[in-house]
């Protein structure tokens, strides 16, 4: 999968990407992700790439051509159209769903705005989705750029261990993961549940997939109205809430 970054901060993007999974991922060549300078695009001597806004307001704008100039040097380069992103607190937000999605995906531009925004022309000329890590507002596209490649770069093919390493996960199939434990077995007087010491392997995932579904309906019961639930989940489920009802701690879903 090739990832391109678009973006007025390449060695911002470049620390974080060179490090940890994806990092490793990268030099394995596992994951082609290239961070583009849209300075290098601006035909500007002094390399602006911004300018006043039209009707006034505070802060500059970013200009349509830079970007677009380096958009046109990444389908060059391809030989082919990315899907283009634009990291905007009014895209959608960001989903595992939509990671999944992504990362079937052969090309990914993504475009990082900075000071007050950009040229809505160069969004409305190339732009297929506009992407929002959250209801808040951070000074640039970069930070939640890093969080979209991070998320889809870990579900392409060989950058983990193999599917298991994210198929149980929180958020994959739907639910909140199951509470995970390491040595020592007792830590602060707190022991490591017995199950899990017992070698029964299909004991072991019976109490993952029920402290699955505990975690969702205490943490986050919407998850479950669109969860994929087996009557057998159902089953836990009504006890659980039966559970919940008896010590006062009821959970609306």
């Known amino acids: 999968m090739r990832?391109?970054?678009?973006?007025l901060f390449p060695d911002m993007c470049e620390t974080v990407l060179s490090e940890?999974?994806?990092?490793?991922?990268?030099?394995?060549?596992?994951?082609?992700?290239?961070?583009?300078?849209i300075r290098?695009?601006?035909?500007?001597?002094?390399?602006?790439?911004?300018?006043?806004?039209?009707?006034?307001?505070k802060g500059m704008l970013m200009q349509a051509e830079p970007i677009y100039r380096c958009y046109e040097a990444v389908c060059e380069d391809f030989g082919a159209r990315p899907h283009v992103i634009f990291m905007s607190p009014q895209g959608k937000p960001f989903t595992e769903k939509r990671a999944i999605e992504l990362s079937r995906m052969e090309h990914i531009l993504i475009l990082c705005g900075h000071y007050e925004g950009v040229d809505q022309r160069v969004i409305d000329e190339i732009v297929d989705e506009e992407i929002s890590i959250?209801?808040?507002?951070?000074?640039?596209?970069?930070?939640?750029?890093?969080?979209?490649?991070?998320?889809?770069?870990?579900?392409c093919e060989g950058v983990l261990a193999d599917e298991s390493c994210y198929m149980d996960e929180s958020h994959y199939n739907g639910l909140l993961e199951y509470p995970h434990y390491t040595r020592p077995p007792v830590w602060h007087g707190r022991e490591v549940p017995e199950v899990l010491q017992n070698g029964n392997h299909a004991k072991i995932d019976q109490w993952r997939r029920e402290k699955s579904l505990e975690n969702?309906?205490?943490?986050?019961?919407?998850?479950?109205?669109?969860?994929?639930?087996?009557?057998?989940?159902?089953?836990?489920l009504r006890r659980l809430r039966e559970e919940q009802s008896q010590t006062g701690d009821d959970t609306e879903e």
Do not use: M
């Open 3 to 7: 990832i391109e970054i678009a973006t």
């Open 20 to 37: 940890s999974i994806i990092g490793r991922a990268r030099r394995a060549g596992k994951l082609d992700i290239h961070c583009r300078n």
């Open 40 to 57: 290098d695009y601006t035909l500007d001597k002094h390399r602006r790439v911004d300018d006043t806004p039209y009707g006034g307001g």
């Open 134 to 155: 959250g209801d808040y507002v951070l000074t640039g596209g970069e930070l939640g750029a890093l969080v979209v490649v991070d998320a889809v770069g870990r579900l």
């Open 216 to 236: 969702t309906l205490r943490k986050r019961p919407d998850l479950l109205r669109t969860a994929p639930l087996t009557d057998e989940d159902k089953q836990v």
